[in-house]
T-cell receptor, first 112, second 109 residues
Framework: DTEVTQTPKHLVMGMTNKKSLKCEQH?????MYWYKQKAKKPPELMFV???????INESVPSRFSPECPNSSLLNLHLHALQPEDSALYLC???????????FGSGTRLTVV | GIQVEQSPPDLILQEGANSTLRCNFS?????LQWFHQNPWGQLINLFY???GTKQNGRLSATTVATERYSLLYISSSQTTDSGVYFC???????????FGQGTRLTINP
């Protein structure tokens, strides 16, 4: 299995909703990442988990809450988002040294 | 931190043409990757190439680490090659890949 699977593919949520994005990989990768991508821009790193521990938080607002329940799963919990948070959210995984980066197909999030 | 610059920002070609995309980086890196993002948003890892030359079908890449640049070559372009090509780099042991702004490639039939 050489894939990173993200669900859902599309999500529309109101500013008072709570939702979660899910990401799963079975490549034995020990680093997992959340990126945010706005239209016509490169992906921007949000969080890095290494060996299931949060190792990088790029000063992301607390309305985004990551969770790594085990080495194969990564969640991003969303609460009280703003319309400007609408974007493509990408999950990725890699070997611990950043080799073999593999991205999921993303969740296209719209906040209304 | 590392700065990554890509050129050209946009490239429009006819099917069958060859193209060269460039990536310059500001510091020594030991992780340099090329990605293709298709029109549906999927990012595909094309090459992990911190130095040297690699080839995969019609695509090849060369990184000259001492001169801090990498080149991606696409030969005999097809319409399915359209999309955005990103170069991304990181220093040794760093998990944060720094992305360039991308080159938007359009291949017309």
């Amino acid at each position: 299995d050489t894939e990173v699977t993200q669900t859902p593919k599309h999500l529309v949520m109101g500013m008072t909703n709570k939702k979660s994005l899910k990401c799963e990989q079975h490549m034995g990768h020990r680093a997992m990442y959340w990126y945010k991508q706005k239209a016509k821009k490169p992906p921007e790193l949000m969080f890095v988990y290494s060996y299931e521990k949060l190792s990088i938080n790029e000063s992301v607002p607390s309305r985004f809450s990551p969770e790594c329940p085990n080495s194969s799963l990564l969640n991003l919990h969303l609460h009280a988002l703003q319309p400007e948070d609408s974007a493509l959210y990408l999950c990725a995984s890699s070997q611990a040294a950043g080799v073999g980066y593999t991205f999921g197909s993303g969740t296209r999030l719209t906040v209304v | 931190g590392i700065q990554v610059e890509q050129s050209p920002p946009d490239l429009i070609l006819q099917e069958g043409a060859n193209s060269t995309l460039r990536c310059n980086f500001s510091d020594s890196v030991n992780n340099l990757q090329w990605f293709h993002q298709n029109p549906w948003g999927q990012l595909i890892n094309l090459f992990y190439i911190p130095s040297g030359t690699k080839q995969n079908g019609r695509l090849s890449a060369t990184t000259v680490a001492t001169e801090r640049y990498s080149l991606l070559y696409i030969s005999s372009s097809q319409t399915t090659d359209s999309g955005v090509y990103f170069c991304a780099a990181a220093r040794w042991g760093a998990q944060k890949l720094v992305f360039g702004q991308g080159t938007r490639l359009t291949i017309n039939p």
